[in-house]
């Protein structure tokens, strides 16, 4: 299959990703948004392609920047949000691909979404104590949801991560991966329509 798409795409995704390319090396944002938007475009039709892809092994190929995953994951997300197909993810500058590599996706989100710079541009979880240069939050008893008002200009951004996650870990699932997020049993119970108490899902000293 991946020959099959190489001997169709090879050209266009070549000039997609130079044009990325270009973007990233000019540093405009506008410009690198459009470049990503057209990248993840011709994703979506190699993947809607049937000489390319037949029956049961129809899969989706997305090409993911392992510095850009989060950015980058949001966008994959949102494109193949009512797919029926199986997401399988190559690294950029990687020759590796397979369930292996997918695997490894969804690992680094996971991990990207733990690390502190990031949970304060888009505060998604109660920040822990820190031990000196911690990078990553160690929550004790798991990773626990961070309410924000509704003023806060950082909610948008939060909101859109946990819409990705959710997408994301529904994928998972479905395809038979793990995203290893440490949440509480208060956050499963939330998303399965269940009610918190009010104390013990608050966090505690030490926590």
Same mark, same amino acid.
């Given at each position: 299959q991946e020959r099959a798409v190489e001997e169709r795409f090879a050209e266009r995704r070549r000039n997609a990703e130079g044009? @990325?390319?270009?973007? $990233?090396?000019?540093? =405009?944002? +506008? @410009? @690198?948004?459009? %470049?990503? *938007? #057209?990248?993840?475009? &011709?994703?979506?039709?190699?993947?809607? =392609?049937? *000489? +390319?892809?037949?029956? #049961?092994?129809?899969?989706?190929?997305?090409?993911?920047?392992?510095? $850009?995953?989060? *950015?980058? %994951? *949001?966008?994959?997300?949102? &494109?193949?949000? #009512?797919?029926?197909? %199986?997401?399988?993810?190559?690294?950029?500058?990687?020759?590796?691909?397979?369930? +292996?590599?997918?695997q490894g996706f969804y690992t680094l989100v996971a991990h990207e979404l733990q690390r502190r710079s990031v949970n304060r541009e888009a505060p998604m979880w109660v920040e822990d104590d820190p031990p000196l240069n911690e990078e990553f939050l160690r929550p004790r008893r798991g990773l626990l949801v961070r309410p924000l008002p509704c003023d806060d200009p950082r909610l948008p951004g939060a909101e859109r991560r946990f819409c990705m996650l959710g997408r994301l870990m529904a994928k998972a699932l479905r395809e038979g991966f793990v995203v290893p997020l440490p949440l509480t049993a208060a956050f499963f119970r939330l998303v399965l329509g269940g009610a918190a108490d009010g104390v013990t899902a608050l966090p505690r000293a030490g926590d």
């Amino acid at each position: 299959q991946e020959r099959a798409v190489e001997e169709r795409f090879a050209e266009r995704r070549r000039n997609a990703e130079g044009r @990325l390319a270009v973007a $990233k090396h000019i540093g =405009d944002a +506008a @410009l @690198l948004n459009t %470049a990503y *938007e #057209s990248y993840f475009e &011709l994703q979506g039709q190699i993947a809607r =392609d049937t *000489e +390319a892809w037949v029956g #049961s092994l129809k899969s989706e190929m997305a090409r993911i920047e392992r510095d $850009k995953v989060l *950015e980058q %994951a *949001e966008r994959a997300m949102e &494109l193949t949000r #009512s797919s029926s197909c %199986a997401l399988e993810v190559q690294f950029m500058d990687e020759s590796g691909f397979g369930r +292996a590599v997918t695997q490894g996706f969804y690992t680094l989100v996971a991990h990207e979404l733990q690390r502190r710079s990031v949970n304060r541009e888009a505060p998604m979880w109660v920040e822990d104590d820190p031990p000196l240069n911690e990078e990553f939050l160690r929550p004790r008893r798991g990773l626990l949801v961070r309410p924000l008002p509704c003023d806060d200009p950082r909610l948008p951004g939060a909101e859109r991560r946990f819409c990705m996650l959710g997408r994301l870990m529904a994928k998972a699932l479905r395809e038979g991966f793990v995203v290893p997020l440490p949440l509480t049993a208060a956050f499963f119970r939330l998303v399965l329509g269940g009610a918190a108490d009010g104390v013990t899902a608050l966090p505690r000293a030490g926590d």
